[in-house]
């Protein structure tokens, strides 16, 4: 799977900047999202192939708190990604006439350079917050990655600080981000109702479905992890939990590339052109 994600993610990148017809705003941030996907999981399964292979079950401290920043930082940024993407669809959907207007390249970088800050700002007092408490039980958590909860959690002080700032982050991402995408998509909905024409319905439709295959993939195995964490308790099985956990990280980078490329026509179309172009000139 890791090897599909590279493969999958980097192929991406390379086809969107080779094909000039692919140079739109839809595909810039499917670029955003395919190289946070990359950074996503090669933050941690490198680590977790050598637990597996070579039997390396320790991590230092502060490289175990530099894990956590990059893991929670990449996962922030991606949901921001995922919510402009709502947006663009929302734009090109009802305002398709003013969409290479409203949508500009600098607009593009400058909603991407945001979400990015935001991740990275808010993830920042993790570290922090963590480093201060007092590690008097336990070294040993359950997981192939350092979780910012599954952490303090082996902590023999009060980590009320830790939750509550953990709820706050989630908050201002999570929530947010899946509020935008909601309203999004229910104005979509009422403007492809509002179609005459069946066909064009279907094709509007259409242009969504890679992208709600993606917010389905990155959202499900994110809330169960939080969830669990925070309020599951001992009702959860923690071999699920950790399963979950691991394939919360693993299974968008995986599953992306391939839905968007099945998905999308115009994808498709590309890869079919890039290798007939590369067949002739051989």
Request: glycine content about 4%.
């Amino acid at each position: 799977m890791y090897v599909i994600s590279l493969v999958g993610n980097l192929g991406l990148v390379y086809l969107i900047y080779y094909e000039e017809s692919l140079h739109r705003p839809m595909y810039f941030f499917l670029v955003m999202l395919s190289l946070i996907d990359l950074f996503t999981c090669t933050t941690t399964l490198p680590n977790a192939l050598c637990i597996f292979w070579l039997n390396l079950k320790e991590i230092k401290f502060n490289a175990c708190l530099v894990q956590m920043f990059f893991v929670h930082g990449f996962t922030g940024v991606e949901s921001g990604v995922l919510m402009l993407m709502a947006l663009d669809r929302y734009v090109a959907i009802c305002y398709p006439l003013r969409y290479a207007t409203i949508l500009t390249n600098p607009i593009i970088a400058k909603a991407g350079l945001a979400t990015f800050l935001r991740g990275v700002l808010l993830m920042i007092p993790f570290p922090f917050l963590v480093k201060r408490l007092p590690f008097c039980k336990s070294n040993i958590i359950t997981h192939t990655y350092c979780d910012h909860m599954s952490v303090v959690k082996l902590s023999c002080a009060s980590i009320k600080v830790n939750v509550i700032y953990g709820l706050m982050v989630a908050l201002l991402i999570g929530v947010f981000d899946i509020c935008c995408i909601s309203v999004s998509y229910t104005m979509i909905l009422r403007a492809v109702v509002s179609l005459s024409s069946s066909d064009a319905r279907q094709k509007a439709f259409s242009t969504c479905t890679a992208h709600i295959s993606a917010i389905i993939i990155t959202y499900i195995p994110a809330f169960f992890t939080f969830f669990t964490h925070r309020f599951g308790g001992h009702t959860i099985p923690s071999s699920l939990h950790i399963i979950v956990a691991n394939l919360y990280l693993l299974l968008p980078p995986t599953l992306n590339p391939i839905v968007y490329g099945v998905k999308t026509k115009q994808i498709r179309d590309s890869v079919i052109k890039f290798f007939q172009g590369k067949k002739g000139r051989n």
